[in-house]
């Protein structure tokens, strides 16, 4: 950006020069960061110690434990309170696929139903969709994939009309990597808890750009992924 603020308007030239992230320097234009972002430097210096000399497991009782244990707390805190959780609400995972699955595959057989019944949507990510048909490949669940309108959103309606007292689990996600459609998470979550029937929402593409607040949403489960924010 070019300017100086003065009051509540903006006076030119002065110039602000940003550097390049040291991985975009020589290569074509990157425009994929839906997909995934570059490292934050100031990321890469903050895990530089926990990647070298602090080597200890956070789960031991030794005194070399001592030390990632604490990052590991204060960083589970800092994510708590990014969405509005508290902090022995997060699980750490390796990815957001993970994530997703251990969301939902966990929820699902938790629920102790001969045949759970699965709610999601057709634009989900394939670590959704793909779940829902493990689940119902290797656990006999019966899965509802609910179309999207002219617009990518599910209708409150259509949740709606295909919840039933079998109903486990709803899974839609916050925002469309694609499209960019925004889902009204807070209206599906609040018809899925009519009903019984816990709300997991993927929001992975939604973090960092939207405010995300799991208590303002009402959802069970939420998936997010630090590698989409520079993490």
């Known amino acids: ?54 080597f200890g497991n956070p789960s031991s009782s030794h ?8 990052a590991l707390a204060e960083a589970r805190g800092q994510v708590a309170e990014l969405i509005g959780a508290g902090p022995g609400e997060v699980v750490f995972t390796a990815s957001g696929s993970e994530a997703d699955l251990l969301a939902l595959r966990g929820a699902v057989l938790a629920a102790r139903r001969p045949r759970p019944h699965v709610i999601t949507q057709v ?29 990518g959103l599910v209708e409150p309606a259509a949740l709606d009309a295909a919840l039933s007292e079998e109903t486990v689990l709803v899974s839609v996600m916050a925002a469309n990597n694609e499209t960019g459609a925004l889902q009204p998470v807070g ?18 593409q939604a973090m960092g750009r939207i405010p995300v607040d799991v208590r303002s949403l009402g959802v069970d489960l939420l998936t997010i992924v630090g590698h989409k924010m520079y993490a």
């Open 123 to 151: 634009t989900e990510h394939p670590a959704v969709l793909e779940t829902c048909r493990a689940l119902e490949r290797l656990h006999g669940a019966r899965v509802t994939v609910l179309p999207v309108d002219q617009y």
């Open 63 to 70: 005194a070399y434990a001592r030390t990632p244990r604490r």
């Open 1 to 54: 950006m070019n300017g100086v603020r003065k009051g509540d308007a903006y006076r030119y030239p002065l110039r602000f020069v940003c550097s390049p992230h040291p991985g975009l320097g020589d290569g074509p234009v990157y425009l994929d960061y839906n997909a995934t972002t570059p490292v934050d430097p100031r990321v890469v210096q903050a895990m530089g110690p926990y990647l070298a000399g602090c």
């Open 187 to 204: 209206e599906l979550a609040a018809l899925a808890h009519e009903h019984g029937a816990l709300f997991h929402c993927d929001a992975a």
